[in-house]
């Protein structure tokens, strides 16, 4: 899986219709705010991988979800738990969870309540698809040294996750990303930047 891939399967029809359905929002704002989120939730997963503090327990919650089967999107997403959910959101954007609401909304025109709901059903599908990947490099040994870590480099090596998500929902970003070393800042910066 790549991150072309990985971010098609997010904002597939299947998972807008999912968590349209579960968090009683209409599709056109779950494609908007997961369009907008994605970047920071991918950048926030990023960090807890390769931060010491966080990159045992950030892999052990990969393992996990990655027992769960993303085959059937539509199937996986009725049984999502959204509070677990919503710990998982807390986990990848940390101090930034409230302040990337806030500029999603500014951006989307959704209300942060319903932001963090949309959030809260598309963050533990993202673990999946993601723990899904690692399993199956562990399977395969095809990546070196530490798990997690290796899969959010190979993902992320990819491309620009905003720039994915916009070539595939057919929208266009109109800004230039500044390589950063805080990259939920710098997304966040882009966020309020980008909303003339």
């Known amino acids: 899986m790549d991150l072309t891939q990985l971010l098609g399967a997010l904002v597939s029809n299947d998972a807008v219709s999912g968590i349209s359905q579960s968090t009683e929002t209409s599709a056109a704002d779950v494609t908007n705010v997961l369009a907008a989120a994605l970047p920071a939730l991918l950048a926030g997963a990023q960090q807890q991988a390769e931060q010491k503090e966080t990159n045992e327990s950030f892999t052990n ?5 990655g027992e769960k089967d993303t085959n059937n999107i539509l199937s996986f997403l009725s049984g999502v738990d959204a509070e677990d959910g919503g710990k998982i959101v807390g986990h990848l954007l940390g101090a930034n969870t409230q302040s990337t609401e806030e500029a999603v909304a500014k951006k989307t025109g959704v209300s942060t309540k319903n ?3 949309i959030l809260a059903v598309a963050a533990p ?7 899904n990947q690692a399993k199956q490099n562990k399977k395969q040994e095809a990546t070196s040294g530490d798990l997690a870590t290796a899969l959010m480099t190979s993902l992320l090596s990819g491309g620009d996750s905003a720039d994915v998500l916009s070539a595939l929902l057919g929208v266009s970003t109109g ?3 500044k390589k950063s070393d805080n990259l939920l800042g710098s997304l966040l910066g882009s966020l309020l ?3 003339k």
């Open 61 to 65: 919650a990969l393992m996990k979800h």
């Open 115 to 117: 932001i963090a709901k």
């Open 125 to 131: 599908l993202l673990m999946s698809l993601l723990g």
């Open 175 to 177: 800004k230039k990303k």
């Open 193 to 195: 930047g980008g909303n």
